[in-house]
């Protein structure tokens, strides 16, 4: 929780913003500095309109948090969507003394006079990193192959504060580029875990036809990959979109 957010104009910071220790907000930190938690200062930036949050966007707000003083203890990337090279500089920056966090906005922001009020809605969620597990075929046709399991995510609710975990019924799509490069993902297998026996892969056979192996379909609609050889780049990438719509990256070193 917040106690206070105040604009704070710059390149690519947006805003600033002070944590509240309990949730009596700032009141109760002025007058119980000797028993109260230290409020930290966070910075917060937004990402375009109709565009994804990009890599040059993070390394600039990065830049321009190490030459605050006080320094922030917390920096906020809140977008509609994240490029995946921008998710990964998030999640793999480790700076000593700083939280980095990635948070995905509601889409309904843009149309705030037509979407319905309802207490159930959130603007926000932060986003975590997906359980994936990368794991070598030690036997059969396959053997020396690699494959992938999605077995959920975690996510904080901001409602009750606490870290819940969603399972592989909760993810509507997942993707698989077992040659990440690094720069842009390029899935080779796609699949949709919640799809009926009509949707998904199954309603694209339908209208190509011929095109889709329908024997693959089945495999799909799952949350284990089919076997793959890993590429010349040895990273493999997996990304998840869950059943409320929130995007999350995880990227994997193929071991020898």
Not at 98 to 119: G, I, P, S
Not at 126 to 154: C, M, N, T, Y
Not at 172 to 193: E, H, I, K, N
Request: a negative charge; hydrophobic letters at 40%.
């Amino acid at each position: 929780m917040f106690s206070r957010v105040e604009p704070f104009p710059g390149r690519s910071r947006h805003a600033e913003a002070e944590t509240s220790p309990d949730d009596s907000g700032a009141d109760r930190v002025r007058e119980n500095l000797a028993t109260a938690f230290t409020p930290q200062r966070a910075v917060i930036c937004f990402g375009p309109d109709h565009a994804p949050l990009e890599q040059r966007q993070v390394a600039l707000a990065l830049e321009e948090a190490h030459t605050l003083v006080p320094k922030p203890r917390i920096v906020v990337f809140a977008a509609f969507q994240f490029d995946p090279e921008a998710a990964k500089d998030v999640d793999e920056t480790n700076w000593p003394g700083m939280t980095l966090l990635k948070v995905q906005m509601n889409a309904d922001l843009l149309t705030d006079d037509l979407k319905k009020k309802r207490a159930t809605n959130e603007s926000f969620w932060l986003i975590g990193q997906p359980d994936v597990q990368l794991e070598k075929i030690a036997e059969g046709d396959h053997a020396g192959k690699f494959r992938v399991s999605v077995h959920g995510f975690d996510y904080f609710n901001t409602k009750t504060g606490a870290v819940e975990s969603g399972g592989d019924d909760n993810i509507a799509t997942w993707m698989l580029d077992p040659d990440y490069d690094g720069c842009s993902l390029f899935p080779r297998q796609v699949f949709f875990p919640m799809a009926s026996a009509k949707d998904g892969w199954t309603k694209l056979a339908r209208h190509l036809k011929a095109e889709i192996d329908t024997d693959l379909i089945e495999a799909y609609r799952g949350t284990v990959s089919l076997p793959f050889e890993p590429g010349e780049h040895r990273r493999v990438a997996v990304k998840i979109v869950d059943d409320r719509g929130v995007e999350s990256l995880r990227v994997l070193e193929v071991q020898q």
